[in-house]
């Protein structure tokens, strides 16, 4: 089974701190996402990475960067938080196997922002 | 991405098979078909994708219509545990990100 983890399930930061978000996948999966999930606004896209060192803005990169080292490791990065960053996130992994495109998401991480 | 429309809530019997509904009339020929879902507090689960032919896994079964502008996702036996939001997506797949909208809240009654 894939396997999509994040490293944290519940998270609490002060506004101004640098927050990082780590997702890791198993199963070598070429594409990796983030997304935020805010209640009314269903899931929104801010940052995708395609393969290793390559990263393309989603619908809300705005505030946030990212970082692809690994083929397994895509981290979220908020700069300086602010309390409008206060989100569920959400990474997920897809094959480029256009016969399997389907993504795996991890359980998510509730970040709040005080 | 193709915009999906879905009715926000529906209500099926334990162990009947539920029907959910989407349009996508505004598909393009290369736009597959997926459907999600999310239980309550858990990441999206992916459950199927089809592109012009109708799809059966272990999960569920979808049917797409010919001209392909609206598809059924089926629950063959519905349990409690189906209790979630359904979203229904049309995408290239890929590197291409999901436009989730707001789905159908799916309520299994006992």
């Known amino acids: 089974d894939v396997k999509v983890t994040q490293s944290s399930r519940y998270l609490v930061k002060r506004t101004g701190e640098k927050v990082f978000l780590e997702c890791v996948q198993d199963m070598d999966h070429e594409n990796m996402f983030w997304y935020r999930q805010d209640p009314g606004l269903g899931l929104r896209l801010i940052y995708f990475s395609y393969d290793v060192k390559m990263k393309e803005k989603g619908d809300i990169p705005e505030g946030y960067s990212v970082s692809r080292e690994k083929k397994e490791r895509f981290s979220l990065i908020l700069e300086s938080a602010s309390t409008n960053q206060t989100s569920m996130y959400l990474c997920a992994s897809s094959t480029s196997d256009r016969s399997s495109y389907e993504q795996y998401f991890g359980p998510g991480t509730r970040l709040t922002v005080t | 991405d193709a915009k999906t429309t879905q009715p926000p809530s529906m209500d099926c019997a334990e162990g009947r098979a539920a029907n959910l509904p989407c349009n996508h009339s505004?598909?393009?020929?290369?736009?597959?078909v997926y459907w999600y879902r999310q239980i309550h507090s858990q990441g999206p689960q992916y459950i199927i994708h089809g592109l012009k032919n109708n799809e059966t896994n272990e999960m569920a079964s979808l049917i797409i219509t010919e001209d392909r502008k609206s598809s059924t996702l089926i629950l063959p036996h519905a349990t409690l545990r189906d209790t979630a939001v359904y979203y229904c997506i049309v995408s290239l797949g890929g590197a291409d990100g999901l436009t989730f909208g707001k789905g159908t809240h799916l309520i299994i009654q006992p």
């Open positions: 505004t598909i393009s020929g290369n736009e597959y």
